[in-house]
């Protein structure tokens, strides 16, 4: 009986060089640390020393080495989509090395991976499993601009949940792992290992992150991971037509929400939908929920505090589990499908109403009261 499962080299070798180069940006970083570090000052920030915010550097080299290893049928795979990364993780890199990149530029970049991966591949979505829809998905132009939005979206997204040690890595590492089975399951296994050596490259990665946050994921990390998932999601669905688009948005069902829920409480606060706060999920669920779990399971209220950004991540990215194993099981049913993104999106407002009201209550009544008691709910 073997230790480790049978995989390809490509895939210990993604995790392997990522886990490394970690290992040694975190080692050196009283070197590069004047330009790299994250500082501890700002609304939504967790940390109480500067950190390091260059994980994604690791993480692309790991990618990297996962295809100079792997069979040509996935190095086929692996290099499009290390070459269209590129603007999102290089727009993303540079945020993290100087602070002066635009919200709309990062966004712009990510968008640009998704027309040059189209342009690479010559894959985009071609069909949402909408009637009426998917004809003006078979116009190349419509095509090219929807997969660009999808994509630029799910990058976003995946950068808009990375707060806590773990959280955003360990999401994509367990997404990663939910395309994969579906790629199998359709007797896809070259997507399949292309999708779990970038998941084994962001694990590298997590192993060092969490849970003491020694290095950070940083927006090229977040960029080039939330890519990485799009793009996988946009081949799983093209290359394998009897899985529904609606079963790879599942997927993602947790950090898409994360956004479409954010832009609609900040306009009903008359705030700018991207002007950060601490009411994302995530963060209410650290002060609500583990904070004081932690501080009933133990007597040492240091240590507690020291833990809750660890846990509060790993329970986050956890939620992806049951999304995924929905995904997996109704794949191939549009209807289903559609129908349990709808579940999950309530079930994310009904967690969400709970921890600002502390008490349950409808989804549809917390979204749908009137504007007063929706403000006062939200402060």
């Given at each position: 009986m073997p230790i480790l499962p049978s995989l390809p080299p490509s895939v210990y070798t993604a995790f392997i060089v990522s886990f490394l180069v970690t290992l040694l940006l975190v080692l050196t970083k009283r070197w590069h640390g004047r330009y790299s570090m994250d500082g501890v000052q700002g609304i939504q920030k967790q940390h109480k020393v500067p950190t390091p915010r260059i994980g994604g550097v690791a993480i692309v080299l790991g990618v990297l080495g996962g295809w100079l290893v792997a069979q040509p049928e996935r190095r086929a795979i692996l290099g499009p989509l290390l070459v269209a990364g590129l603007p999102a993780f290089a727009f993303g890199l540079a945020e993290d090395l100087t602070k002066k990149v635009s919200v709309m530029a990062r966004l712009l970049a990510t968008m640009a991976s998704g027309v040059l991966g189209w342009w690479l591949t010559g894959m985009s979505l071609t069909s949402l499993d909408v009637a009426g829809v998917d004809v003006l998905m078979g116009i190349t132009l419509v095509s090219v601009a929807f997969t660009a939005f999808a994509v630029g979206g799910v990058a976003n997204a995946i950068n808009i949940i990375d707060g806590f040690n773990g959280l955003a890595s360990g999401f994509v590492v367990l997404a990663l792992v939910g395309l994969a089975a579906m790629a199998m399951s359709s007797q896809d296994p070259n997507l399949a290992i292309a999708c779990l050596g970038t998941a084994g490259a962001m694990l590298g990665f997590w192993l060092v992150n969490w849970p003491w946050g020694k290095i950070f994921l940083g927006d090229g990390g977040s960029y080039f991971g939330g890519f990485a998932l799009a793009w996988g999601c946009i081949m799983v669905v093209e290359r394998n037509p009897e899985i529904t688009p609606f079963a790879a948005l599942l997927l993602c069902i947790h950090p898409v929400t994360e956004v479409l829920f954010s832009i609609y409480r900040r306009r009903l606060r008359q705030y700018n939908p991207g002007q950060p706060d601490r009411l994302h999920l995530h963060s209410l669920m650290m002060?609500?929920?583990?904070?004081?779990?932690?501080?009933?399971?133990?007597?040492?209220?240091?240590?507690?505090?020291?833990?809750?950004?660890?846990?509060?991540g790993l329970l986050l990215a956890c939620m992806t589990l049951p999304a995924a194993a929905v995904a997996y099981a109704v794949r191939s049913q549009p209807l289903w499908a559609?129908?349990?993104?709808?579940?999950?999106?309530?079930?994310?407002?009904?967690?969400?109403?709970?921890?600002?009201?502390?008490?349950?209550?409808?989804?549809?009544?917390?979204?749908?009261?009137?504007?007063?008691?929706?403000?006062?709910?939200?402060?």
């Amino acid at each position: 009986m073997p230790i480790l499962p049978s995989l390809p080299p490509s895939v210990y070798t993604a995790f392997i060089v990522s886990f490394l180069v970690t290992l040694l940006l975190v080692l050196t970083k009283r070197w590069h640390g004047r330009y790299s570090m994250d500082g501890v000052q700002g609304i939504q920030k967790q940390h109480k020393v500067p950190t390091p915010r260059i994980g994604g550097v690791a993480i692309v080299l790991g990618v990297l080495g996962g295809w100079l290893v792997a069979q040509p049928e996935r190095r086929a795979i692996l290099g499009p989509l290390l070459v269209a990364g590129l603007p999102a993780f290089a727009f993303g890199l540079a945020e993290d090395l100087t602070k002066k990149v635009s919200v709309m530029a990062r966004l712009l970049a990510t968008m640009a991976s998704g027309v040059l991966g189209w342009w690479l591949t010559g894959m985009s979505l071609t069909s949402l499993d909408v009637a009426g829809v998917d004809v003006l998905m078979g116009i190349t132009l419509v095509s090219v601009a929807f997969t660009a939005f999808a994509v630029g979206g799910v990058a976003n997204a995946i950068n808009i949940i990375d707060g806590f040690n773990g959280l955003a890595s360990g999401f994509v590492v367990l997404a990663l792992v939910g395309l994969a089975a579906m790629a199998m399951s359709s007797q896809d296994p070259n997507l399949a290992i292309a999708c779990l050596g970038t998941a084994g490259a962001m694990l590298g990665f997590w192993l060092v992150n969490w849970p003491w946050g020694k290095i950070f994921l940083g927006d090229g990390g977040s960029y080039f991971g939330g890519f990485a998932l799009a793009w996988g999601c946009i081949m799983v669905v093209e290359r394998n037509p009897e899985i529904t688009p609606f079963a790879a948005l599942l997927l993602c069902i947790h950090p898409v929400t994360e956004v479409l829920f954010s832009i609609y409480r900040r306009r009903l606060r008359q705030y700018n939908p991207g002007q950060p706060d601490r009411l994302h999920l995530h963060s209410l669920m650290m002060r609500r929920v583990v904070r004081p779990l932690l501080m009933r399971c133990t007597n040492d209220r240091d240590h507690a505090l020291r833990m809750e950004n660890a846990w509060t991540g790993l329970l986050l990215a956890c939620m992806t589990l049951p999304a995924a194993a929905v995904a997996y099981a109704v794949r191939s049913q549009p209807l289903w499908a559609a129908l349990m993104c709808v579940v999950f999106m309530l079930a994310y407002v009904t967690v969400y109403a709970r921890l600002v009201r502390h008490h349950w209550c409808s989804p549809l009544q917390f979204l749908f009261v009137k504007p007063a008691q929706r403000l006062q709910s939200l402060a």
